[in-house]
C-alpha cells in the first residue's frame, strides 16, 4: 500500500498538485500498518490517518471511525496510537460515522474530557442530540458540558473573527468571468477532483490573462492572500466547481479535510447571485463594487467594518462597498453559510434543551421595513414554504424544498458534499438525478459515476435517472407540484410552475439533505405582456422580447463594463400569457438564467397545469412499472399530485404587491422575430437588423426545447431541397420525444436534410 502510494504521490507531483484523499481500501490498509508500524514510518502512517482520509460519511471515513473508536474502547491496539489520541482524531471527523463512538466515550472516565471536547466543535449532530441530551439528563457532566458548550457556541467563538482590515494582491480578470471559464465544462470529468481541475481555470487566454496558474503563484510571492477580482465575475451556470477552482488558488486548507478550500475574497463590478451564495457556503468574503480602479497585482487593503478599499498602506480609497449583510462576517468566521446555519442551529436547539434565552453571539437578520401593501407571487410561494402568508425582499428565510434536481457533471460534487454533511437519507420531499450531460460521449470515469451515483441517491430515498432518458429539466418538470419552492444543481432549473432557486453543488446537497434552503429573499421584477401574438411570431421571441424591452428602457446593457441588469439576482415574474401549456411556460422561465436571475414565476391558469399533472401522474406510473426507484418516492409525489388536483387551488399576486420594476411589454407591437446573437443571450437584435448574417451551424436541441420545436423543424426541412448549406445538430430533450417524433416521420426527414442526430440529453 505504502509503494504505491508514494509511487502516486510522485505522479501527482509532477503534475503539480496534491495526491487524492485515501479511499476505503487504502485505509483498510493504513489501519493494518498503524497496527504494525513498519520502521521508520510511524510519523508518516500517522500523518496520513490524521489528514488524508475524507470525512463524513464517505467510505474511508467508515473504516477509520472504525478503527479510531476500537483504539479508544481497547478494542484494538498500536504502539503509535493511544487511545486518547485516537480520540482526539475522532474529533475531527466533521460528523457522521465518529458520532456514535465520541458520544459513547463520555462514559469512559479516562477519555471523556478528550471526547467532550471533541464534540463541542463538531457540528453535524443531527438526531443524535438526542442521545447527548439523555446522558446529560442522567447526570453525566461530561454530556452536560457538551450541551454548554454548544448553548455558548465555543465552536464559533473559537474561531477568529473576520479582521477590521485584510491585506490581499489582486488578481484581475477584466470583462465577464463565466462559470465555463473557470471550471470548463470539458473538464467536467475531473470536478470531484478539485486540485487536477483547478488547474483547467482560464485555460483559454484571454486579455491579460496567459497562464493563470503561474500569474498567480507569481503574485503570492508578495506575501499576501490573493482575491479574485472581475468587471463581471461567475454568471452562467451554477456549478460550484468554478468556486473550488478559485479557492483552490486563493482560500485556505481545512485542518484534517484534504483536498478541500475555504476562505478567500472574491470582488466583482457584478457578482452572478448562484456563484455569490456558492462563495457564501464556502466561507469566502464577496462583494461588489466599482473595479474600475483595481489593477492586476495592485495589493490593497480592505477595511470591511467601513466599506472601503485603499491601496495598500495609503489613504487613497479605490473603492467603496457595502457587504448584501453583515451576517456574510460570520459566514466567513464559521467557515461558510452552511456551517453557520447548522452550528447557529445546534446553539438555539442546546439553549433550548437547557432553557436559556436565544443566543446573542450571532449576528442575526434585521427587521425588513413594514410595508402594508400585498405580496407578489413569488412572495406568497416562499411565504407558503416557510408556513407564513408572504416573505417580505432582503428577509431571511428557510422555505421547504419540495423538489431538488441534481445533474451529472455536479452530481459527483454533491455526492462529496452530501458526504460531508453526514447525510444517509434524504429531508427533501423529491431528489432527482440525471445523466443527460455524460450520456453521449461518456469518458471512463463517467461510465463509473453513471454505475455509482444512482445507488447512492436511491438508498437515501432520491429518484435516479438512466443514461438516455434525456434532460434533467424535460424531467424534474413533470415531478413539479404547483406553488411549491425548489432547487437543482444547475443553473437552467427554473420550475415553470411553483418557483426553484438554483444553486451549487454545496447548497444543493444541504437542501436536499436538511429538506431546507437558506434565502435572502430577492426583490421581484414585473414582466407583464398585452396584446395579441403577431403572425410569424413565436414564443421564442418573447423570451428575447424580454431583454429586448430592458435594453429600450436602459435597465439592461450589452457591455460588460459598468455593466447593468435589472434582472440580476431578482425574481423574474411573468404575467399576461396565463394560458400557455406548462412545457411553454418553461420556454420563458428557463430562459430567466440568461438574465442572471435569481428565480422566476409565471402566472398559469388552472387548466394547462390540471392537464399537466395529470399527464405526469400517467408518467410517473410509467416510471414504477419500469422499474424506476425510489419507488416510495415516487409514489407520494404521485400521491401529492392527485391530492392537488382533487382540490385545485393557485396562489395568485395582490393587486397591490410593490415590485422592484415593472416592465410592460405590447405584444401587438412585436411585428417580428427577435433573436440573441452569439455569443451574449443579451444581445438581441431584430430579424431585420442581423438579415443576412451567414450562419455556420444550428444546434436544436438544449433543455430550451419541447418537442413542438422539433415538429415546426421537420415541417421547415421538408420545405427543404438539396443539401443543408449548414451544419445541423438535432438532440431531443427526452427519449420520449425522440421515439414520438420517430412515430411521427420526423427522424426520416432529419435524415434526409443530412442531420446530425444525437442521443436526447445535453452531452453536446
Known amino acids: 500500500m505504502l509503494e504505491n502510494y508514494h509511487k502516486h504521490v510522485a505522479e501527482r507531483a509532477a503534475e503539480g498538485i496534491v495526491p487524492k484523499p485515501l479511499n476505503a481500501e487504502q485505509t483498510a490498509a493504513l489501519v493494518e500498518l498503524i497496527k504494525q508500524p513498519p520502521a521508520g514510518e510511524e510519523a508518516f502512517i500517522l500523518d496520513l490517518l490524521a489528514n488524508r482520509i475524507p470525512a463524513g460519511v464517505d467510505e474511508a471515513a467508515y473504516v477509520k471511525a472504525g478503527f479510531l473508536a476500537a483504539i479508544a474502547n481497547g478494542e484494538a491496539l498500536s504502539p503509535i496510537l493511544s487511545p486518547a489520541k485516537a480520540t482526539e482524531l475522532l474529533g475531527t471527523m466533521l460528523g457522521g460515522y465518529n458520532i456514535s463512538p465520541l458520544i459513547a466515550l463520555l462514559d469512559n472516565s479516562d477519555l471523556a474530557s478528550i471526547a467532550a471536547t471533541a464534540l463541542s466543535h463538531t457540528l453535524l449532530i443531527f438526531e443524535a442530540f438526542h442521545d447527548v441530551q439523555e446522558k446529560a439528563d442522567a447526570g453525566n457532566a461530561y454530556a452536560k458540558q457538551v450541551l454548554l458548550s454548544w448553548a455558548e457556541a465555543e465552536w464559533f467563538t473559537r474561531k477568529p473573527d473576520v479582521p477590521a482590515k485584510m491585506t490581499v494582491t489582486v488578481f484581475k480578470v477584466t470583462g465577464e468571468t463565466n462559470t465555463d471559464d473557470l471550471s470548463p465544462a470539458p473538464d467536467a470529468w475531473s470536478r470531484p477532483d478539485i486540485p487536477l481541475h483547478a488547474k483547467a481555470m482560464l485555460k483559454n487566454p484571454r486579455e491579460g490573462i496567459t497562464n493563470a496558474e503561474q500569474q498567480i503563484m507569481a503574485l503570492k510571492e508578495k506575501g499576501f492572500p490573493i482575491a479574485y477580482v472581475g468587471d463581471v465575475v461567475g454568471t452562467g451556470s451554477s456549478r460550484k466547481s468554478a468556486t473550488n477552482s478559485v479557492l483552490w488558488f486563493m482560500g485556505n486548507d481545512i485542518p484534517y479535510i484534504p483536498n478541500k478550500r475555504d476562505g478567500g475574497v472574491c470582488i466583482g463590478g457584478k457578482i452572478a447571485p448562484i456563484f455569490f451564495n456558492t462563495m457564501e457556503d464556502s466561507g469566502a468574503l464577496p462583494f461588489e463594487c466599482d473595479v474600475s480602479r483595481l489593477k492586476m497585482g495592485d495589493v490593497i487593503d480592505i477595511f470591511v467594518q467601513e466599506g472601503l478599499v485603499k491601496r495598500h498602506d495609503s489613504d487613497e480609497v479605490l473603492c467603496e462597498f457595502s457587504l448584501k449583510t453583515d451576517i456574510i462576517l460570520d459566514e466567513v468566521r464559521a467557515g461558510g453559510r452552511i456551517p453557520l446555519i447548522i452550528g447557529r442551529g445546534l446553539t438555539d436547539r442546546a439553549r433550548k434543551a437547557l432553557g436559556l434565552p436565544p443566543s446573542t453571539v450571532f449576528r442575526r437578520p434585521g427587521d425588513t421595513a413594514i410595508s402594508t401593501k400585498g405580496f407578489t407571487l413569488a412572495q406568497k410561494m416562499v411565504g407558503k414554504a416557510c408556513g407564513v402568508t408572504g416573505i417580505r425582499p432582503h428577509t431571511y428565510c428557510e422555505p421547504h424544498m419540495t423538489t431538488v434536481g441534481s445533474q451529472d457533471t455536479t452530481g459527483p460534487m454533491t455526492r462529496d458534499e ?30 463509473e459515476m453513471q454505475h455509482t451515483l444512482p445507488d447512492f441517491m436511491m438508498t437515501r430515498g432520491g429518484v435516479s435517472l438512466r443514461p438516455g432518458d434525456g434532460i434533467i429539466h424535460s424531467w424534474l418538470n413533470r415531478m413539479l407540484l404547483p406553488d411549491t419552492v425548489g432547487t437543482g444543481g ?116 388552472e387548466a394547462p397545469i390540471r392537464e399537466y399533472l395529470n399527464s405526469n401522474i400517467t408518467l410517473l406510473k410509467w416510471m414504477i412499472s419500469e422499474g424506476y426507484g425510489d419507488r416510495r418516492t415516487i409514489s407520494l409525489r404521485i400521491k401529492a399530485m392527485q391530492e392537488w388536483l382533487d382540490n385545485p387551488v393557485l396562489l395568485e399576486a395582490d393587486a397591490d404587491a410593490e415590485y422592484f420594476e415593472i416592465i410592460e411589454i405590447d405584444l401587438d407591437t412585436i411585428k417580428e422575430p427577435i433573436m440573441a446573437c452569439p455569443n451574449d443571450p443579451d444581445d438581441v437584435k431584430t430579424l431585420s437588423a442581423v438579415a443576412g448574417t451567414k450562419i455556420d451551424e444550428v ?24 443539401a443543408l448549406p449548414t451544419k445541423l445538430w438535432i438532440a431531443p430533450p427526452t427519449k420520449m420525444d425522440e421515439s414520438q417524433l420517430t412515430e411521427e416521420g420526423y427522424y426520416n426527414t432529419f435524415n434526409k436534410s443530412g442531420a446530425r442526430l444525437e442521443m436526447p440529453g445535453c452531452s453536446l
Open 418 to 447: 452530501l458526504k460531508d454533511l453526514a447525510c444517509l437519507g434524504f429531508s427533501a420531499d423529491l431528489v432527482l438525478q440525471s445523466f443527460c450531460h455524460t450520456a453521449a460521449y461518456p469518458k471512463p470515469v463517467d461510465i
Open 490 to 605: 444547475d443553473s437552467h432549473t427554473r420550475f415553470p410552475i411553483g418557483i426553484s432557486f438554483p444553486a451549487g453543488s454545496g447548497l444543493v446537497a444541504f437542501a436536499a439533505a436538511t429538506g431546507v434552503m437558506p434565502l435572502d429573499m430577492p426583490e421581484s421584477v414585473l414582466v407583464r405582456f398585452k396584446g395579441e401574438m403577431q403572425p410569424g411570431v413565436t414564443l421564442r421571441d418573447l423570451v428575447n422580447a424580454i431583454p429586448y424591452a430592458a435594453i429600450q428602457r436602459g435597465l439592461l446593457t450589452v457591455d460588460k463594463k459598468g455593466k447593468k441588469n435589472v434582472f440580476s439576482g431578482r425574481i423574474l415574474e411573468i404575467e399576461g400569457l396565463p394560458d400557455l401549456k406548462v412545457e411553454q411556460a418553461f420556454e420563458l422561465s428557463d430562459a430567466s438564467a440568461e438574465r442572471s436571475a435569481g428565480g422566476c414565476t409565471i402566472r398559469l391558469n
Open 699 to 722: 444546434f436544436l436541441g438544449s433543455c430550451m426545447t419541447n418537442i413542438g420545436h422539433f415538429r415546426a423543424a421537420g415541417k421547415l426541412l421538408e420545405k427543404q431541397t438539396g
